[in-house]
C-alpha cells in the first residue's frame, strides 16, 4: 500500500530545519515526512507521534538509518506537551501535522474507513480503542447522530439519514460499511444520488471524526504545539476537509493577534502588548498541479504555517 506524503518538499522547506535543532511530526503515519525531516538532522532529534501502532512499526522499518535521531510515541497528539515532558523535553523549534486519515489506513478494507470496502464497522485510528464506527452507529441517540451527521459531515439530509439508521438497527445490528452504504442510500433522494461524488462521503467522514475525536484532539494539540515552540520555531499543519482548516486558521490567527488596546488609551505603539507569533501564511500552500495529478488525494489538501517570535 504505497502512501505519497502531500505537500513534502513545501512542508519541510517552510520549518526551515535546524540541525541540531528538536523537532515533532505529530502525525507520523509512514513516515514520509519524518524522513525528509530526518535528512536535515545532525544533532538534532525527532520526536514522532502516532496513535495507530501498525503505523509506528511500518515507519521504523523506512527510518531505520535514523534510529538514533528519533523517538517513537505511541500517543495522541493530544496529549503532546505531556508526552514530551515524560522525555525531558520542553520546548520544541518546529512541529508539523499532516492531519486525517493516511492513504494506507484508507486502503486498508479491514480498518473499516472506506465505503469502498465491505467490511466491519470500525474507523477507529487507534486499534486499542474501545470506541468505533460500530458503537456509534448503534448505540448513538437519533439526536446525536443528526447532530454528528450535521457538525462532523456538514451533511445535508443529516435527519433522514440518521432516522434511517434508527430504524434499520431495530430490526438488527448494522454490522458493515457495505450495509451502511445501503441505508444512507435508502434516506436520499434520487436526484442526490444522481449527482457526482459517494452518497455516503460526508456521513463517513462523521463518523471517522467522531470515533476519533478528531477535532477536539486537533484543538488541544495545535494549542499545546504553539506553547511548546521556541522562540523563531515554526508549526505547519496540512489540512484536507474545511473543519479542520477552520479550526487551524482560527487558532493561528488567535495566537497572531495583537490584545485589543482601546485607541482612546494615550499609548505609544511601544507600550502596547503584541502578539508572540507572526503568521508566515497569510494565504494556505497549496498543492502543485503537477501533484494533484499524480495523487488525487491532494486535491483539499492545504498547508498553513506560524512562527513564534524571537
Sequence with gaps: MKHVSV??????????VKPDGIYVDATLGRGGHAEALLQKLENGHLYAFDRDARAIAESKERL??????????HRDFASLKEALREEGVEGIDGIMMD??????????????????FDTRLDMRMDQESPKDAYMVVNTYSLNDLIAILRNYGEERYAPQIAKAIVKARESAPVETTGQLVEIIKSALPERVLRQKGHPAKQTFQALRIEVNDELEDLKHGLTDALELLNAN??????????????????????????????PKLPLKESQMEQASFR???????????????????????????????G
Excluded: M
Design 7 to 16: 505537500l513534502l518538499e513545501e512542508t519541510i522547506e517552510q520549518l526551515r
Design 99 to 116: 492531519l486525517g486519515v493516511s492513504s494506507p489506513q484508507f486502503d486498508d478494507p479491514s480498518r473499516g474507513f472506506s465505503y469502498r
Design 64 to 73: 531505520q538509518p535514523y534510529l538514533d535521531k528519533v523517538t517513537f510515541l
Design 233 to 262: 520555531g515554526r508549526c505547519a499543519v496540512i489540512t484536507f476537509h474545511s473543519l479542520e482548516d477552520r479550526i487551524v486558521k482560527q487558532i493561528f490567527k488567535a495566537y497572531s493577534t495583537a490584545p485589543f488596546v482601546d
Design 279 to 309: 503568521l508566515i501564511t497569510k494565504k494556505p500552500i497549496l498543492p502543485k498541479e503537477e501533484e494533484t495529478n499524480e495523487n488525487h488525494r491532494a486535491h483539499s489538501a492545504k498547508l498553513r504555517v506560524i512562527e513564534k517570535k
